[in-house]
């Protein structure tokens, strides 16, 4: 078992930033990527970001260039630093880990909100 605990949303003016965190604990060492979910209002989840063991890094179109995702194994934990936010960010953000046997395992959820 991987347990997750997200923190870091709030509520920021559009083209503000925040900074999401994701620590994990459990069973670490089975992890094999790292990623974001958001899901808005009325909308599907999607996959915003994501991080391998190698480093490796993918994220949605609608975010590149504006949100960097990055992991401290030392610490178990990864980031989503999230810069020029707009209003459609406006999700609650999840953390994902994909374990050695395909197993997926989910935070709480944290809530972004960009409004003026």
């Known amino acids: 078992q991987v347990h997750l605990v997200e923190s870091g949303g709030g509520l920021v003016q559009p083209g503000g930033s925040l900074r999401l965190s994701c620590a994990a604990s459990?069973?670490?060492?089975?992890?094999?990527?790292m990623n974001w979910y958001r899901q808005a209002p009325g909308e599907p989840r999607e996959s915003v970001a994501g991080v391998t063991n190698n480093g490796n890094t993918y994220y949605l179109e609608a975010v590149r260039g504006r949100f960097t995702i990055s992991r401290d194994v030392a610490k178990n934990t990864m980031y989503l630093q999230m810069n020029n936010l707009k209003p459609e960010d406006t999700a609650v953000y999840y953390c994902?880990?994909?374990?050695?046997?395909?197993?997926?395992?989910w935070g709480q959820g944290t809530q972004v909100t960009v409004s003026s």
């Open positions: 994902n880990v994909v374990s050695d046997d395909d197993v997926d395992y």
């Open positions: 459990g069973r670490v060492s089975s992890i094999v990527t």
